[in-house]
């Protein structure tokens, strides 16, 4: 099934499916109960370190997703990559990976999304 993203923000809606957080940090302002979520895979969010030298900055995102992606192969990451991947083979129905960041063309949502795109080809 597809898998999209949205800022977690956004009000819920039937047609986003299995709902999953992807966020390390909680987002500021959202109520846990108003989130509406399946899932919360915290783990899988980048490291505090690499999510503070990132700082959403559009220039660095490049480095950024290289940088990310090294995490969720190497690092503690690899394991919650293979139950999100696990997630996404066994719902029938579509994904929508939650983030909180303002930019929604670079964040660690995004580049998730790709890595499980490529695994349904």
Avoid: C
């Amino acid at each position: 099934m597809p898998v999209h993203l949205k800022r977690i923000y956004q009000d819920a809606d039937k047609q986003d499916g299995v709902r999953v957080l992807v966020d390390r940090i909680w987002p500021r302002g959202m109520p846990k109960e108003n989130a509406k979520l399946d899932y919360w895979m915290k783990e899988i969010g980048p490291s505090n370190e690499l999510r503070k030298w990132f700082r959403h900055d559009p220039e660095k995102y490049n480095q950024f997703k290289q940088k990310y992606k090294e995490e969720l192969e190497d690092g503690d990451q690899q394991e919650e990559l293979e139950k999100l991947k696990d997630i996404t083979k066994k719902h029938n129905k579509n994904v929508t990976l939650l983030f909180s960041a303002k930019d929604e063309s670079n964040n660690q949502a995004k580049v998730l999304k790709e890595i499980l795109d490529r695994q349904r080809l």
